[in-house]
């Protein structure tokens, strides 16, 4: 799929302040700094579209993207980042799970992770909490262009292992480097697929 025109539509909290539910939706989720604003304004071949940093904590707010008229890609803001305790974590921000949970047009969460680094704790028990909800994600491994292929062949079987513990099967997953422009075909090719079963 080729992404002909996207548009910021709105940044709210409020789950009732979103667009109407009528397209099909996919939001980016994971750890602050992991990258995904980057892989948002690469997917739409935009720089300024979302706005990026290297200091964690950027994206605070759900905002929304107009992609082809069509459907809507969602940036999240990060977790792991706020000071806070490991109880409160994944409760970070109550207006994130309520949006994951209750919004009816989101099709697929992509959860970020950082290809540099073994299997996070934080990213496990988010994926598990996703499960216990019947969330459906796929996983985007971020920055390979910062790592060499036998350092993310490995990392990628780590983590395949670390996941076998809990899950049954590995869900989709794809590897990205927004700064190499790697692997945003086979993303969007995913979302079109998803996007011929809405009716
Ligand atoms: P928050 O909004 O704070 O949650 O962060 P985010 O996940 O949106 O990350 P963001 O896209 O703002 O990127 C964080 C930093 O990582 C920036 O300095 C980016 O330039 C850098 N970055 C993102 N993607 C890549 C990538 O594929 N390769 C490299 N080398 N750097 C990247
Ligand atoms: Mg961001």
């Known amino acids: 799929m080729k992404i002909k ?33 980057s892989l948002i304004n690469y997917l739409t071949n935009n720089k300024k579209l979302s706005k990026i940093s290297q200091t964690p904590g950027k994206t605070q707010l759900i905002n929304h993207f107009l992609i082809n008229d069509n459907w809507y890609l969602v940036d999240l803001p990060g977790y792991g980042y706020a000071k806070t305790s490991q109880k409160n974590r ?22 970020l992770i950082d290809s540099r680094l073994p299997p996070q704790k934080i990213d496990l028990d988010f994926m598990e909490w996703l ?14 262009d910062k790592v060499s292929s036998s350092v993310l062949n490995k990392n990628l079987l780590h983590y395949k292992k670390e996941m076998l513990k809990y899950w049954a099967t590995m869900p989709p997953s794809f590897t990205s480097s927004s700064e190499s422009k790697i692997g945003g075909e086979k993303i969007l090719n995913y979302i079109e697929e998803i996007n011929s079963t809405w009716n």
């Not at 539509?9 to 009732?16: E, M, R, Y």
């Not at 970070?92 to 309520?98: D, P, R």
């Open 5 to 37: 025109s996207a548009e910021f539509v709105i940044s709210n909290t409020k789950l009732d302040l979103c667009p109407a539910p009528n397209m099909p939706e996919y939001a980016f989720i994971g750890r602050s700094n992991v990258g995904k604003s």
């Open 90 to 111: 994944l409760k970070w921000q109550g207006f994130i799970s309520e949006y994951i949970l209750t919004r009816e047009n989101l099709l697929n969460l992509f959860v």
């Open 131 to 144: 499960g216990e909800k019947q969330v459906p994600f796929a996983i985007v491994f971020t920055k390979i």
